[in-house]
C-alpha cells in the first residue's frame, strides 16, 4: 500500500495519477447517467450508441493520417458518431417503433464495420483494441481535459433537469399529459449517454462500457432510497469501482479496463446474492 501511494505521489510517474483523476471525473456523469439508462432500461440503446462510435474513431484516425493532422483526434469522431447515433436513435423510437429492434441492430453493426474498414485502409498501424479494451492508464493531458468537459457538460445538464428526466423514467405517460415533450427528453438523455459513453471508451474501451455504466446503479439500487440519494450511492460506487480498479490494476501489471470491470462484477454479484438471503 505505501509503495502504490509512493508511486501516485511520485513525479516520474504522472500517467497514474492522470488515471485516477479520469477515472474520479468519470464517476459523476457516469453515476448520474448509468440511474437514468438503468431506470428506463434502455442499456441497449447505450451497447448501439457505444458500438457505433467506432466507425467515428476510425474516420477520424484514417484522416488524422492521410490529411496530416495531428490535431483531428479520433475522440472527436467518437464524439460526433456518438451524438448523430442519438439522434437516429430517437428518431427511430419516433417515427418507426415497430421496427426499432432491427434499425437499431443495424446501426450498432454498421458504425462497427465503418470503423474496423477505416482501421484496416489507415497506413499507420491503429490497434482498435485500445478503443474495444480501452487503457485508463495511457489517458494523456488532451484526453484527460475532453473528459473534464465532456463530464461538466452532462453532470450540469442531469442537474438541471433531474425532475423532468426522473419524472419520464417512472411514469412517461403521466409526465406527458402533465404537458412534458417525451420524445424531446428521450433525445436529451440518449445525447447525456452518448457523451458519457465517449467519456468511457479511453477508460475502459467500447466492449467493456455498458457493464459501468449500468452495474453501479444497479448495486446502489440494492438499497431502497429516493432518488436524488440513488444518484449520489451511484457516483460514489462508480468512484470506488474506478479508483479501486485502476490501482489493483496497476498493482498485479494486468489491464485496467477488465480488472475494473471484473471487480464491479463480482461486487454486483456478491451483492445480489447477500441480499437473495
Given at each position: 500500500m505505501s509503495e502504490l501511494l509512493r508511486h501516485i505521489l511520485s513525479p516520474e510517474i504522472p500517467f497514474l495519477r492522470n488515471a485516477l483523476l479520469a477515472g474520479l471525473l468519470a464517476s459523476v456523469p457516469l453515476g448520474m447517467v448509468g440511474t437514468h439508462v438503468i431506470l428506463r432500461r434502455i442499456s441497449y440503446l447505450a451497447a448501439a450508441?457505444?458500438?457505433?462510435?467506432?466507425?467515428?474513431?476510425?474516420?477520424?484516425?484514417?484522416?488524422?493520417?492521410?490529411?496530416?493532422?495531428?490535431?483531428?483526434?479520433?475522440?472527436?469522431?467518437?464524439?460526433?458518431s456518438a451524438l448523430a447515433a442519438a439522434l437516429l436513435i430517437s428518431r427511430i423510437q419516433q417515427k418507426h417503433a415497430a421496427r426499432e429492434d432491427s434499425l437499431i441492430g443495424a446501426i450498432w453493426v454498421s458504425g462497427m464495420a465503418v470503423g474496423l474498414i477505416c482501421f484496416q485502409v489507415t497506413p499507420s498501424y491503429v490497434d482498435p483494441m485500445s478503443y474495444l479494451f480501452g487503457n485508463i492508464l495511457l489517458i494523456n493531458k488532451q484526453e484527460l481535459i475532453i473528459t473534464a468537459i465532456l463530464g461538466i457538460i452532462v453532470t450540469g445538464c442531469l442537474?438541471?433537469?433531474?425532475?423532468?428526466?426522473?419524472?419520464?423514467?417512472?411514469?412517461?405517460?403521466?409526465?406527458e399529459l402533465?404537458?412534458?415533450?417525451?420524445?424531446?427528453?428521450?433525445?436529451l438523455l440518449l445525447t447525456l449517454t452518448a457523451l458519457t459513453i465517449v467519456i468511457m471508451v479511453s477508460l475502459v474501451g467500447i466492449v467493456l462500457v455498458i457493464a459501468l455504466l449500468t452495474l453501479p446503479p444497479a448495486l446502489a439500487m440494492h438499497k431502497k432510497t429516493s432518488s436524488r440519494a440513488l444518484l449520489v450511492r451511484s457516483t460514489i460506487a462508480c468512484a470506488i469501482l474506478m479508483t479501486g480498479g485502476t490501482c489493483v490494476s496497476y498493482a498485479i501489471d494486468l489491464p485496467?479496463?477488465?480488472?475494473?470491470?471484473?471487480?464491479?462484477g463480482l461486487s454486483y454479484l456478491c451483492s445480489t446474492l447477500r441480499k437473495g438471503y
Open positions: 450508441i457505444a458500438h457505433c462510435i467506432l466507425g467515428g474513431i476510425g474516420l477520424f484516425s484514417l484522416l488524422q493520417v492521410r490529411l496530416n493532422l495531428p490535431w483531428l483526434n479520433p475522440t472527436y469522431g467518437a464524439i460526433i442537474f438541471r433537469y433531474n425532475k423532468e428526466l426522473t419524472g419520464i423514467a417512472f411514469d412517461p405517460e403521466f409526465a402533465r404537458g412534458l415533450q417525451v420524445h424531446r427528453w428521450n433525445l485496467a479496463g477488465p480488472v475494473i470491470i471484473g471487480i464491479t
